[in-house]
Structures are given as structure tokens and as C-alpha cells.
């Protein structure tokens, strides 16, 4: 199948090195500490953080940092064809386990001891770049959750296919089943916190493409900071301030 | 239409609220409806209790309404399960099951859950919870028959083995369900009936405070028809009330002698 | 759920005996409702509803499939509601089970009608392609982003929305298929068929804290309350069904008082409701 | 008020035993706020006690009681002096199962904990839980409170509270010497308990 078209488009239009289009919101969910909205594409991500609060479980208390937890649940109605999964199958489990380690990398944790952070993602929509879309709305919901951070870290996807580099893959290129490079990046301190790939790809390759999820990275992160400092006017401006 | 009440305390029928005889006009097929035990349309089902069916429980309780039967058993007070939250009042677990030969086809159904839930919600209400704190009361009831009408046999029948059991109730619970088929309200419904009708209305009460605990309602209903419906149920309430009353005394009396 | 003090509790109730709550609401006041269809466009239809800080998405997927054989002329609707950890903590793993249970019971008595189908808000009969052959399963699922208090309500309402929000593709069968045979289907893409959701009853949740009822309960007054009866009614007035929650026992004359309120409630809440998705499909159009 | 044939009478949840104004509400029964009646809560025997004359109160009101020998299982309440068995014995709390709340067995599994500062009355810091209790004693306890979700929270900082039966190691029923110490005729060896006060 060709995944891109002679004249250098992509099934749905983009060019290679075009992300989709980014939307994200801030407070979806009153009640929640923080939360955020993120859309890429028809990926719509909603996450919401609970904390810093008294740890439930005691024995998983930490005396010199907080304990950060996440889960990751997909709505029924998220995917193309529904389907009822069982809570907690293995997908969900890595994915909660891959974005709580990102997120517990980023959060200044030992400011917090004895404490307990809950981040809860849920997918609305699923089109690939699901676990990017979960990491940025996170980082979202811990920056309006006030929640001290190293960094705001963020995340895109690239691919290779048709010997192209593609960046931001939806669904059907997803599961084309090219090489599939998720990358958590630090944009301030130029560190990478999280890569993933699946597939193979020669070396050389492999800096491009990676190279390129990390400017994608950085995109989303231009924008997220608009995003917290459009909102930050928004409380002073009702502040009065 | 059975005998008074309190003559033959096994059978019972409501008496209409309003007192005038209800003469259901047919006006087609569909409507005229013959139940398949032969009984009046405000007639229920002659009802049987006994209580101790089940000597390693706590109380116990065996109720038969037609074909359907059911045993229901009360474990407790005993020690909250550790991972429970430490509470000031008792709690109340409540499981229903079936059998599998309770239904027509071989281990069929699936709403228990529902059901657990719904006998919660009767029985809750009624049991003193202050009076056995940090402690739970376990209620497992089985139907061992399906028959029609399961679910108000098993929160009448569950509430007589809570007060086999000496658990500290404000009353009773008695519960009746109704079906409405085309005009008509059809008390107490077989298996059958319900297949086929186009509401229902199940009460739950405490009939010596006459509070209603749990009330639903499925289908199209118009407020007159509610009234009628409701009156009729609690009608019957009280009349479930009285055999199971007789039951439990006639229990309490033959124990002591 | 919702630690209260003694003082806040007093303020809460006081303010309900006076007519005043603690958001400037009357007793019988709904807080404003919004309503975006559309939301999830990979549905047949959706909608999000707010109402206030509660937040509930509900979506229908429509899919063909075999009627069961006791009613080879109705399709199939199934409810389903997922509460969303996001909503609340408490909800992480397999906590939120035995609300999301509850409320998908309580919405399936309320909306789909007693066992012969009859007073559904929803026409089965409509959902049916070929007679015993083929129907329409209708998946209606429900997300609870956000609580708080009087999901049932937002719930129903946010299933209204979507089923007027819902295309079903027109489906051609082809002729000739006889007998046994599976006949075959064409499944259109351009034309799509709307549903009637004007006999689609709205729910109204009385709840009742102490010798007063309130609409529209926050989680806070929720804390509050000694019962509550959730009632559908439909555009005609009458009553869909009704689930009681609570434990404490109601006397009956109580909950026929609480029934006519309810119709009387549900007057303004399906006017509102219905200009609401109105204005939100004009919205989606536009856009 | 009511004749002495009619005390043998069966009542059940729910039946009213009386007006609020006339009687009081013993054991089995309970007072409906709304009406003001008086409502008995189990299945038994209804039974008037009247007021002890010379009581104290203004209140000269008969109780009402519903009496059945088939009351639920006792559960432990704050107050209640327990026997219970210790299982385990550890640096800061023993823990114990509860047998018997007053006179009455209990019917199902009830774990309580005696944690350190509540083994005596004085000098709670300096407790050896090891040299208090033994793994299999048999205690007399007060329940101080319901505890946690996990156990209810015992105390033996009385004298006629702690331990009522101990084996020693070669497996003879002791004997108290003190109240600290305890005594094995067989082997004549002594061990520390925190040793009850029985009788006298």
C-alpha cells in the first residue's frame, strides 16, 4: 500500500513532516486538581490529576518522595469498531506503567514527600498517538494542577514508510506495521525521558527519524506554553489583577 | 377470588382500594387475557414461608409462591472483611444466585448482580445498621425455582430470615410486584406473564409504618394508573405482611414449647 | 464521599427549607444545561452534556445484527455507562463497577420500556431491516467524566442529544434472498436515516432532604439527602419509570407527590432540553 | 399497665408495642420519631419492666423489651469485657481472638489487638509485651474501642483484667503467684504474665 502519494502527500493530506492539528484545553473536569484536554487530529485525550494528596494505601507510602500513580482507560466508544475490553488488560497496563514513569521523571517529586499524585487518562478517541496525546495532556493537567516540574514534558511520534520519515502517525499508518519511534522530550533542558520503537530500522535512519519526533516534540511544546500562559492571563484577568 | 383474610392465612388477594369490582372491558384479542394458573387478576399466588431451613446459618428462610422458590440464609454479625473501610455502622451484603436448573433453559440469566444490588437497596432501609457496628451481615439467597416474580420472593423472604436471624429491624419488608398487560394490572405475574407485559411496578414496604423502601417502575404509565397500581401493591403488602407475621410467631411459639 | 461538616450541612439545609441553595438555585431551578453533539464523530452520534460541574459523554453506534428470536421485529439497545476515574478517584480500577452498574440499569428501566417494548422511549420496531433476519444493534455508551451530583439526569438527557444527534445509513437489501439464506445488505453512505426522539421521555431526579425536594442535586446536597426517586416522563406526561435509590422508606403518598412534581419539572426540562440540542445541532452544522 | 397473661405474647419487626408517651423502649424495640410509637425490632416475647420504684429519675414509665432466645450473635462494643485468646504476640501489641463477649460465645470470628501502653494502668512505656503475654493465653479484656477496620482495641489495665489461663512450656495449666508472675506445678519454673485478679 502507498502510504505516500508521488507528489509527497500523505493519505490524509499532510506532508511528511506535518504534524496534525493540535487543541488543548484547560479544566475539563471541575472537581480534579488539574485537567486538560488534548486533541491531535481525531485524537482527543482527557486527563485529570488528583494531588498531592494523603497516600491511600500506607504501604506504599514514601518518606522522601511522592508516590505517583497513573491508569489509563479507554472509552468504549473510542475505537473505529466498538468493543467492551476488560479494565486493566495488558495494553492499558503498559501504557499506564510507560506514562506514569514519564510523568514521575518530570514531577519534582522529592518536594512532596509522603504524598500521593493520581493521574487519570482517558481516552476519548483513538487514531493513533494515543500514548503521545496521554502524555501531553498529562503534562497539562500537572502544570494546571500546580504541581512542581522539572520540565514540560511532551511527546510526538514518527514513522518510516515508503522510505520516508513521517511525523505524527494516525491509525492506519500506525498499523501499517513500519517502524513506529514515540519519543518523551524535555524541551528546556534538551533531554529525551522516554523512546520507544517497535519494528526495525537501520541506524542512520533511525537518528532521522527520531530527530524528527523530537522537533515535533517541540512544536507541542510551543504550543502547550501558550497554552498554560493564555490561561494563566485568563485567571489573573478574573483575579482582577 | 381466596378465602377472607386471616381464615386461610396461606392464600391471600387484596381487596380493591376504591371497593367497586373492576370489570375489564376487551375490546380486542390482545387484551383478553387469561392467567395460566387460573387466578384473578388481583389474586396472588398462594404464598408458603417457613423459617430455619438452614441450620448453619444464622437465620434462615425458605418462601415458595407457586413455582417459585427460593432459600434465602443470614450470616452475621461477623468481622468486616479487612480491606474494608472502618465504618461506625453495619454493613449489609447481599448475594442472589440461582441455581442451574432454576430456569426452563440450563444455567440462563445473568442479572444477579442487578438483583444483589436491588435487595441491598430493599433491605437496607429497614435493618437497625447502628446496632452492629464495624460488622457485616451477610445475606445469601438462592432461587432454587424460577418462577415468575423472583425478586420481590426473595426481599420478602430474605427480610423473614433477617428476623430469624435476631438481626434488630425497624420492620418487616414485604414486596409485591405488578404487571400491566395492554389494560389490565396483573398482580404478582408468572414467568410467563412477564415475558409478555408492557410494564411493571415493583414495591418494596415496611407495612406496619407504611413506608415505601424501594419503588420501580418500567414501561408507560399514566398517574391514575400508578395510583391504582400502588394501592393494589400495598394492599398486598400488608396482607404478605400478616402470613409472614404468622410464620414467624408460630416459629418463636413451637421453639419455646 | 463528600466530608461535610456540621456547619456546612446546616447551611445546606437551611438554605434548601428557604428556597435558596447554596448556588442561588430555587429548589425546583436546574443548573444551566449545555449541550454539544457531535462530539465524538467516529459514532453514529454523541453528545457531551454539562450541567454545572457534572460532565457526561454519551455516544450511539449502530451496528447490524441478527433479532433475538422470541422478538423477530425489534432491534436490540443496549446502555451502558463507564464511570471515568477522571470523575473521581474513587472510580480507578474496578471501583467505579457497581455505580456504572446502577446507573446503566436505571437508565435502561427508564428509557427502554417494559419487556414487550412497550411506552420505549426508543421505537425497536423502527430498528428492524429485515424481519427475523437482520436489525440494528444499537450500542448506546456513556462516559462520566465529571461528577457532580445528579448524574442519572445528565445521563438521560446526554442520550436524548446523541440519538437526535444519530444517523442511521439507509441500508438497501438486495432482492432474491429467499428462505434461510442471510439476505445481502448495501449499506449506504450518503443517506442516512434520523431517529424520532420526540417520545424520548427525560429523567428527573427528586431528591428529597428533609421535608423538601430539589432538582438537580450537587454531589454536596446529594450528601444531604435521606432518598431519592429518579422519574422519566415523556412529552405526554406519562411516567416511563421510575427507580427509587435510597434506603430510608417514603411514605406513598409522599412519592405521588413527588410524581406529579416531577411531571410538572419535566415540562420546562423537556422545552429547555430540546432547544438546547436544537441549538447545538445548528452550532455543528455551521461549523 | 398490661396483665400478666399478655406477657407471653409473640411479637415481630414492626408491631407496635405502645405509645412513645406511655412506655419506654427496652432492648428489641425502638421509637419512630415521626409518630411517636413505640416499635418492637425483633421477634419474641414482649415483656414490661416496670421502673424500679426508688429510681432515681422522674421518669416512671414501664420499659418495654422484646426477649428471644434467638437474638443475633453478640458482637464486642465498647465497654464489654471479653475473653479472647492471644495468637500473636509482638514488640509493640498482641493480638487476640475474641471468644466470648461477657457470658455469651461468640458465634463468629472477632480479631481485638492490646497494644503496649494498654497492658496495666501504670508504667505503660517500660511493658515487655513478651513478658505480658504468651501465644494460646487466655485473657479477660475490656473493649476500649471499635479500633480500625482491622481489629478491635483491647486493654488489661485493670486488676481483675489480663491473663486468666496460661500453659507453660512443658504444657501444664499454671498457677498465679503474682501479679506478674505464674507458676507451672510440674516443673515448678516460672514465667511473666500480666496475670488477672480472679475472685477474691
New interface residues.
Given amino acids: 500500500m502507498e502510504y505516500v502519494s508521488p507528489e509527497g502527500l500523505r493519505l490524509d493530506g499532510r506532508r511528511p513532516m506535518e504534524m496534525r492539528q493540535i487543541r488543548a484545553e484547560i479544566g475539563a473536569v471541575a472537581k480534579a486538581d488539574g485537567s486538560a484536554v488534548f486533541e491531535m487530529g481525531n485524537t482527543k485525550v482527557i486527563a485529570a490529576v488528583y494531588g498531592p494528596r494523603e497516600v491511600q494505601n500506607r504501604s506504599q507510602q514514601m518518606n522522601d518522595k511522592a508516590l505517583v500513580r497513573c491508569e489509563y482507560s479507554m472509552a468504549n466508544f473510542s475505537t473505529g469498531d466498538r468493543m467492551r475490553k476488560p479494565k486493566g488488560d495488558r495494553r492499558s497496563t503498559e501504557i499506564s506503567l510507560v506514562i506514569r514513569q514519564t510523568m514521575e521523571a518530570c514531577i519534582l517529586t522529592h518536594l512532596m514527600p509522603r504524598s500521593q499524585i493520581d493521574i487519570f487518562v482517558q481516552v476519548l478517541q483513538a487514531d493513533g498517538g494515543t500514548r503521545s496525546a496521554c502524555i501531553n495532556a498529562a503534562t497539562l493537567a500537572l502544570a494546571d494542577a500546580g504541581i512542581p516540574l522539572r520540565d514540560l514534558v511532551t511527546s510526538c511520534s514518527s514513522g518510516y514508510l515508503n522510505s520516508t520519515p513521517l511525523l505524527d502517525l494516525n491509525y492506519v499508518e500506525d498499523s501499517a506495521g513500519g517502524p513506529d519511534v514515540t519519543v518523551g522530550f524535555l524541551p528546556k533542558l534538551d533531554k529525551v525521558t522516554l523512546l520507544q520503537m517497535d519494528s526495525k530500522l537501520p541506524i542512520d535512519i533511525f537518528e532521522n527519524v527520531m530527530q524528527l519526533a523530537i522537533e515535533g516534540c517541540k512544536a507541542v511544546a510551543n504550543y502547550i506554553r501558550e497554552i498554560l500562559l493564555e490561561n494563566t492571563k485568563q485567571l489573573e484577568y478574573r483575579r482582577g489583577l | 377470588m381466596a378465602g377472607k383474610p386471616g381464615t386461610n392465612p396461606t392464600t391471600y388477594s387484596p381487596s380493591m382500594a376504591t371497593g367497586k369490582t373492576r370489570t375489564p372491558i376487551f375490546k380486542d384479542h390482545d387484551v383478553d387475557w387469561v392467567r395460566p394458573d387460573g387466578r384473578g387478576f388481583h389474586q396472588c399466588r398462594p404464598a408458603f414461608f417457613r423459617t430455619g431451613a438452614v441450620n448453619s446459618a444464622s437465620g434462615s428462610a425458605y418462601a415458595e409462591f407457586g413455582n417459585t422458590k427460593v432459600i434465602v440464609s443470614v450470616f452475621g454479625p461477623r468481622e468486616s472483611k479487612k480491606a474494608m473501610m472502618y465504618s461506625d455502622i453495619g454493613r449489609l451484603n447481599c448475594n442472589v444466585s440461582y441455581t442451574t436448573f432454576a430456569t426452563p433453559v440450563r444455567g440462563q440469566g445473568s442479572d444477579y448482580k442487578e438483583f444483589s444490588s436491588m435487595l441491598h437497596k430493599a433491605l437496607e432501609g429497614a435493618i437497625i445498621l447502628e446496632t452492629f457496628p464495624k460488622t457485616t451481615v451477610d445475606v445469601f439467597a438462592l432461587v432454587l425455582e424460577s418462577g415468575g416474580s423472583d425478586l420481590h420472593v426473595v426481599i420478602s423472604c430474605a427480610s423473614l430470615a433477617l428476623a430469624d436471624a435476631g438481626i434488630l429491624m425497624y420492620d418487616l419488608v414485604a414486596s409485591v410486584s405488578l404487571s400491566s398487560l395492554g389494560k389490565n394490572l396483573v398482580i404478582d405475574p408468572v414467568l410467563e406473564e412477564e415475558s409478555y407485559q408492557d410494564g411493571s411496578l415493583t414495591i418494596t414496604c415496611m407495612p406496619s409504618r407504611y413506608e415505601v423502601t424501594q419503588l420501580s417502575i418500567t414501561g408507560e404509565w399514566s398517574t391514575p394508573k400508578i395510583n391504582e397500581g400502588m394501592q393494589l401493591c400495598l394492599d398486598a403488602c400488608s396482607k404478605l405482611a400478616k402470613i409472614m407475621r404468622s410464620c414467624l410467631k408460630e416459629a418463636t411459639s413451637t421453639s419455646q414449647e | 464521599m463528600v466530608g461535610l461538616s456540621l456547619g456546612e450541612k446546616h447551611f445546606i439545609q437551611g438554605g434548601i427549607a428557604q428556597d435558596l441553595r447554596s448556588d442561588g438555585r430555587k429548589r425546583l431551578t436546574y443548573r444551566p444545561i449545555c449541550v454539544e453533539t457531535g ?5 453514529n452520534g ?1 453528545a457531551r452534556v454539562r450541567m ?2 457534572t ?1 457526561v ?1 454519551s ?1 450511539v ?1 449502530a ?1 447490524l445484527g441478527k433479532p433475538s428470536s ?1 422478538q423477530p421485529d425489534k432491534g436490540k439497545v443496549t446502555i ?1 455507562v ?1 464511570c ?6 474513587m472510580f ?3 471501583g467505579g463497577d ?1 455505580l456504572s ?2 446507573l446503566s ?1 436505571a437508565l435502561q ?1 427508564c428509557l ?5 417494548g ?2 420505549a422511549g426508543i421505537d425497536l420496531s423502527s430498528l428492524i431491516v429485515v424481519e427475523g433476519k437482520i436489525c440494528w444493534d444499537l ?1 448506546i ?1 456513556c ?1 462520566v ?4 451530583g445528579n448524574l442519572l439526569d445528565a445521563l438521560g438527557a446526554a442520550i436524548k442529544a446523541a440519538l437526535s444527534n444519530t444517523g442511521i445509513p439507509r441500508v438497501n437489501v438486495a432482492v432474491g434472498a429467499s428462505g434461510d439464506q442471510q439476505p445481502e445488505v448495501d449499506i449506504s453512505d450518503e443517506e442516512f436515516l434520523q431517529f424520532d426522539t420526540s417520545n424520548i421521555p427525560v429523567i428527573v431526579t427528586l431528591t428529597k432532604a428533609g421535608r423538601h425536594y430539589i432538582v438537580d442535586a450537587t454531589s454536596e446536597e446529594e450528601s444531604q439527602m435521606n432518598s431519592a ?1 429518579s422519574i422519566s416522563v ?1 412529552r405526554k406526561g ?15 403518598s409522599i ?2 407527590d413527588m ?2 412534581v416531577a ?1 410538572h419539572v419535566s415540562d420546562q426540562l423537556i422545552n429547555k432540553l430540546d432547544s438546547e440540542i436544537a441549538a447545538a445541532e445548528a452550532d455543528e452544522d455551521e461549523s | 399497665m398490661e396483665e400478666a397473661g399478655r406477657e407471653k405474647e409473640v411479637v415481630t419487626p414492626g408491631e407496635v408495642l405502645g405509645k412513645a408517651s406511655d412506655v419506654r423502649a427496652g432492648r428489641g424495640a425502638y421509637v419512630a420519631p415521626h409518630n411517636n410509637l413505640v416499635y418492637a425490632s425483633l421477634t419474641g416475647f414482649r415483656r414490661i419492666v416496670s421502673p424500679p420504684p426508688d429510681s432515681p429519675d422522674q421518669d416512671q414509665r414501664p420499659t418495654v423489651e422484646v426477649t428471644h432466645h434467638k437474638a443475633h450473635g453478640v458482637i464486642p462494643e465498647p465497654g464489654s469485657v471479653v475473653l479472647a485468646r492471644v495468637t500473636k504476640v509482638m514488640a509493640k501489641m498482641a493480638s487476640a481472638d475474641i471468644m466470648c463477649v461477657g457470658p455469651k460465645s461468640v458465634r463468629e470470628k472477632f480479631t481485638g489487638i492490646i497494644r503496649q501502653q494498654d497492658v496495666r494502668a501504670t508504667e505503660i512505656d517500660k511493658v515487655d509485651m513478651h513478658l505480658s503475654f504468651r501465644a494460646g493465653d487466655i485473657v479477660r479484656a475490656l473493649v476500649l474501642s471499635l479500633g480500625d477496620a482491622r481489629a478491635y482495641y483491647l486493654s488489661t489495665a485493670q486488676n481483675e483484667l489480663g491473663v486468666v489461663s496460661a500453659e507453660s512450656t512443658s504444657g501444664a495449666t499454671m498457677v498465679p503467684i503474682s501479679w506478674t508472675e505464674m507458676q507451672c506445678p510440674l516443673t515448678a519454673q516460672i514465667e511473666h504474665r500480666k496475670v488477672a485478679k480472679v475472685g477474691g
Fill in positions: 462530539f465524538i464523530p467516529q459514532a454523541s454545572g460541574a460532565n459523554i455516544s453506534k451496528e422470541l451502558y463507564d471515568s476515574p477522571t470523575a473521581e478517584p480507578e480500577g474496578r457497581e452498574m446502577e440499569v428501566r427502554l420500556g417494559g419487556k414487550s412497550a411506552g450500542y455508551d462516559l467524566i465529571s461528577s457532580d426517586v415523556n406519562h411516567i416511563c419509570g421510575l427507580t427509587k435509590r435510597g434506603g430510608a422508606g417514603l411514605d406513598p412519592i405521588l410524581i406529579s411531571k
